[in-house]
């Protein structure tokens, strides 16, 4: 089974302690976090693109999810989950329409005061383009990395306010909480 992403064994206590039971996993891709968390017994929905939803139905871990959705269907914001998780996702989505609609609808499939789990490749501060770089999207040490700071102005827009990050290796990983308006 591929590894998880590091921030769930990370947080994986936190999300317990607060009462967290149902997950949305935005851009759920090959279902790794997914499995592990709904055999964790958590109620976990799965969500992605059309096409990946078509390979996702074909995967034998989809048997144990609360539901799959494509991102079309995420508009409707009925979800109410505890948490959202994005892990590796923001990477891949490039900046305007998309990563608007990605964001707003983690916002409106989120109960108040629940959570979202972002985890994404860091900008490497040590390289020779910091976050200061003026290339940024298309420098190759920039494009489709994130600083703590980057995520925050990204996020803090639709309603969330964070409570912790870290840097390990190439990731960065933040939690932020819905707050009301
Ligand atoms: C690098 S994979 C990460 C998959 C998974 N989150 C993980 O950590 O293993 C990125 C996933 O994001 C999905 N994706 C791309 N654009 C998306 C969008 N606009 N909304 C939701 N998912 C998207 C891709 O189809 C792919 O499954």
Redesign the pocket.
């Known amino acids: 089974m ?1 590894m998880i ?1 590091g921030s769930i064994r990370t947080y994986f206590g936190f999300f317990e302690r607060k009462g967290v039971r149902t997950i949305l ?6 279902l ?2 997914a499995r592990f968390l709904s055999e964790k017994g958590f109620s976990v929905y799965a ?3 059309p ?2 939803v078509r390979r996702i139905m074909r995967m034998s871990a989809s048997n144990g999810l609360a539901g799959i959705l494509e ?1 079309g269907a995420l508009q409707r914001g009925a979800l109410g989950v505890d948490m959202v ?5 923001l ?3 490039p900046d305007g329409a ?2 608007w ?2 964001l707003k ?1 983690i916002s409106i499939n989120l109960r108040d005061e629940g959570y979202l789990l972002i ?1 994404t490749r860091c900008r490497r501060e040590d390289a020779a383009c910091g976050t200061g770089c003026s290339f940024h999207a298309k420098c190759p040490s920039c494009v489709k990395t994130y600083s703590h700071d980057e995520l925050d102005r990204l996020v803090t827009p639709f309603g969330f306010r964070r409570l912790s990050h870290y840097y390990r290796r190439h990731a960065v990983a933040v939690l932020y909480q819905k707050v009301d308006d």
């Open positions: 591929a992403a996993d935005y851009g759920a891709g090959t790794r976090n969500a992605d693109v096409e990946q991102t998780l994005s892990t590796y996702v990477n891949i989505i998309e990563k609609s990605y609808n985890e």
